[in-house]
């Protein structure tokens, strides 16, 4: 595996579990999106938050350099992975589409494609605000590049 499948792998699971790892505090105003490499042994966590207030009050109060000693806590594994945390405000996003989406591309390969399909066909239909449609949407890119690809090494090999 590859770092930048590790590395989405580790925010999948890590927002599987936001709820449960983190406070009301922080799982109600924000959601792990991806992790930015700056070097090989030196990453950040974005979070994207979703509103400007919750942007503000993260940014005081816990702050990022708690949410990083305690999520290194809650998280021995993330002490290898992660140093920093952004938080980024993005109010035009649903913070459970956020959730699905780093959930998604953390799992997606062959075998698993079908259940993250199933999963995201059954949270699509419970909203139908315009997000859902452009999460669909975003899915089904993902899952037209994916058969490209497999297309493509099958046709060269």
Request: hydrophobic share 35%; with cysteine; net charge positive.
């Amino acid at each position: 595996m590859g770092q930048a499948q590790y590395d989405q792998r580790q925010v999948a699971l890590l927002a599987k579990d936001w709820n449960q790892v983190t406070p009301p505090e922080v799982h109600e105003r924000c959601m792990p999106a991806f992790l930015h490499r700056v070097s090989r042994g030196h990453a950040v966590l974005v979070l994207y938050v979703s509103t400007e207030e919750g942007f503000e009050y993260l940014k005081r109060t816990p702050g990022s350099d708690w949410l990083v000693q305690h999520l290194h806590k809650k998280r021995t594994e993330l002490q290898e992975v992660l140093q920093r945390i952004a938080f980024v405000p993005k109010p035009e996003l649903d913070l459970e589409q956020i959730r699905l989406r780093s959930v998604v591309l953390g799992e997606i390969d062959s075998e698993k494609l079908s259940s993250v399909t199933e999963i995201t066909s059954r949270k699509s239909t419970a909203s139908t605000s315009k997000t859902t449609l452009s999460a669909k949407e975003q899915f089904a890119k993902i899952r037209m590049h994916l058969n490209e690809g497999t297309r493509d090494a099958v046709n060269s090999a």
